[in-house]
């Protein structure tokens, strides 16, 4: 619990760097084995790649880092629930564990059935909810 | 019809290009108003990435050769089914319209609910289903 806290905070660190770039504040980090081994934030604008979120940044990252391509030994710390791509890839990853800080109701993977994610993950969720949701919601109300 | 048999024989080749690597022989291709802008086969081998699909590669590349982040006017050719994750991908991509060779009833994105897709994107399958579900069979057939 306390080491999720940290890393969220990470991730956090993450979201306000996508913040300071004029992107929606989503950050994630990944670990493996208690130490961080890739980092990403949403660049989709910075990019002009609707594809270029936090989580597919930080695991192509990971990937690379690790030299394989499964991440059945890391956990994907993310501020906002991932969307049905992002959690789609994490499934093919076979990620072990994702962390999550707030639910998105809207376009979250966890509206859509069956799952998209592997059988074997793990999920914790409302990790830092209110730090981690508060970023979008005031991006989002600016935008308006 | 006769102009999506043509492009689809354009993702088969890539496809082609895949299986001479080892990969899994899936291709794509997309288009705009009548001419191909971007390309892209399986990478996952290579790459040491578990996102590395044609379709991701290819939508990566075409919004690049776009200078920007939705693909309304643009069609996705892909010789088997989209996954949930390219799926997803195309959707936040608003894709204009996909047309897919050959079903993939294990794996496909058309199994999950609700859509994965934009509620604008038309679908077209079955173009040279037979051509391109062959090479993947064999591709599989080889590995065991």
Redo the contacts between chains.
């Keep these: 619990m306390e080491q999720d806290e940290r890393f969220m905070r990470e991730a956090l660190r993450e979201a306000q760097d996508a913040a300071t770039e004029g992107e929606v504040p989503i950050g994630a980090v990944i670990t493996c084995r208690g130490r961080v081994i890739s980092r990403g934030h949403n660049m ?2 910075r ?5 270029a979120h936090a989580e ?1 940044i930080a ?2 990252a990971a ?2 880092a ?5 991440l059945k030994d890391c956990t994907v710390y993310v501020t906002v629930e991932p ?3 992002c ?3 994490m ?4 990620v072990g564990r994702i962390v999550y800080g707030a639910p998105d109701p809207k376009r979250g993977y966890s ?4 799952s ?1 994610l592997h059988p074997k993950t793990e999920v914790t969720q409302r990790i830092l909810e209110e730090e981690c949701s508060r970023p979008v919601t005031e991006f989002f109300k600016e935008k308006r």
């Design positions: 989709t604008e990019l002009s790649d609707a594809t597919m695991l192509t990937m690379e690790q030299g394989g391509k499964y969307c049905p791509m959690a789609a890839a499934n093919w990853a076979q509206l859509f059935y069956p998209l």
